[in-house]
C-alpha cells in the first residue's frame, strides 16, 4: 500500500485529493496547521481507514516515518490573505518546500509542488502555456504569493536537476466546490453567500476579466495523476478548466443558480488583478490523460446544495 502526505490536505483541494488517494488505495497522511483550512473539510474523512490527520506547520520542524509520495499544498492562497498574512505565504512556499524536499529526497519519495496560475501574473498570452514565463509584478500586494510561488518551483526544479529528486510541478487555476471556505472572500463563494442572503454581488471593475473555474474533484484527480503517470517527472502541468469566463457571467450563473434577484455593486478593481486568465491543457491532456469533466453550471448547482446543508 503507497504512503502518501498531503501537507495542506485540510483545504479544499487538498482534502479531495486525500479523498481520492484513499480511492485509490492509499494510506495517507493529512498534515496541515488548519490556519486557513476548515476542521469540516477533515469530518467525513477521519473515519476512513488509512487516514492520518497530523497537526504540523510544514515551515518548522517535523518527523515522518515512511512515505512513497509528497504533496505540497500548504500555502494560504486566498487573495484577502495576501493582505492580512503575506509572510506566513512566503514562509509556506519557500522554507516550508525546501523542508517538503529534503523529506522527500531523505525517503526516497516522488515529489510534487503545487504552484498556481497566479504564477503568469497579468498575463500577455492567452490562453497561457506552461513555457510563458507570466507577467508579474515582483513588489504588488499580490507578490507575497505569485513570487513565492515561483521561488517554489526554481527550489523543486534545482532538486530535480542536481539532487535527483523525482520532482514535478502542477499549476492550479481557478479551483471551486464542496468545502470551500466560506469566509475567505474569493468571487464565487461570496457570490452565492450573498444572492443567498439577498445582498449585492461585489463585482471588481467592469466585471469582464475572465477566470475558468474548475470543479474540485476535476482538479484532484489531475493532481493525483500528475504524480501516477509514469514519465512525469521533471515536468510542469497546467491544470484547470479552458471554459473561459467572464466575472459578469460568473455572477448571473450564480444569480440563475440560486433564484435571487440580488443586486451587482461595482468596485473599484484591486491593484495587478489579471484581466483575463484561462489555461492551455494540451500537456495534460497529452501526457496524463486528464480534462475536466463537470461544466460549470452543474458544478454551482452541487456546491449550492453543499453550502445550503452546511451554512442556511
Known amino acids: 500500500m503507497p504512503i502518501s502526505l498531503v501537507a495542506g490536505g485540510a483545504g479544499l483541494i487538498g482534502s479531495r485529493l486525500c479523498r481520492r488517494l484513499l480511492g485509490g488505495g492509499h494510506r495517507v497522511i493529512c498534515a496541515d496547521n488548519l490556519a486557513t483550512a476548515t476542521q469540516a473539510n477533515l469530518n467525513g474523512l477521519r473515519a476512513e481507514a488509512g487516514f492520518e490527520y497530523v497537526a504540523c506547520d510544514v515551515t518548522g520542524e517535523f518527523e515522518f516515518g515512511p512515505v512513497d509520495n509528497v504533496f505540497h499544498l500548504a500555502s494560504p492562497a486566498s ?3 495576501f493582505s492580512e498574512i503575506p509572510e506566513a505565504i512566503i514562509a509556506a512556499n519557500s522554507s516550508g518546500t525546501a523542508n517538503l524536499i529534503e523529506l522527500a529526497l531523505e525517503r526516497g519519495a516522488r515529489f510534487l509542488f503545487a ?3 497566479e504564477v503568469y501574473g497579468d498575463p500577455l498570452e492567452h490562453p497561457q502555456r506552461e513555457d510563458y514565463f507570466g507577467n508579474v509584478n515582483p513588489v504588488g500586494e499580490r507578490a507575497c504569493y505569485d513570487e513565492s510561488k515561483r521561488f517554489g518551483e526554481a527550489l523543486t526544479m534545482t532538486a530535480v536537476r542536481r539532487r535527483g529528486l523525482d520532482g514535478r510541478i502542477v499549476r492550479i487555476f481557478n479551483t ?3 468545502g470551500m471556505n466560506p469566509d475567505d472572500g474569493r468571487a464565487l463563494i461570496e457570490f452565492l453567500r450573498r444572492a443567498l442572503e439577498g445582498r449585492p454581488l461585489p463585482i471588481h471593475g467592469d466585471g469582464r476579466q475572465t477566470r475558468s473555474w474548475c470543479y474540485v474533484e476535476d482538479l484532484a484527480e489531475g493532481i493525483a495523476q500528475a504524480m501516477e503517470v509514469p514519465g512525469t517527472c521533471g515536468r510542469v502541468y497546467n491544470l484547470g478548466n479552458p471554459d473561459e469566463r467572464s466575472v459578469l457571467d460568473l455572477a448571473r450563473a450564480v444569480l440563475a ?7 451587482l455593486e461595482f468596485l473599484p478593481m484591486p491593484p495587478d ?3 483575463r486568465r484561462c489555461p492551455d491543457i494540451s500537456r495534460a491532456r497529452a501526457e496524463l490523460g486528464w480534462e475536466p469533466r463537470v461544466e460549470l453550471e452543474d458544478g454551482l448547482l452541487k456546491t449550492l446544495a453543499w453550502f445550503r446543508q452546511e451554512f442556511t
Do not use: E, F, I, K
Open 273 to 275: 488583478d489579471p484581466v
Open 257 to 263: 443558480a440560486t433564484g435571487s434577484d440580488s443586486p
Open 176 to 178: 471551486y466546490g464542496p
Open 79 to 81: 487573495p484577502r490573505h
Open 115 to 117: 504552484s498556481t496560475s
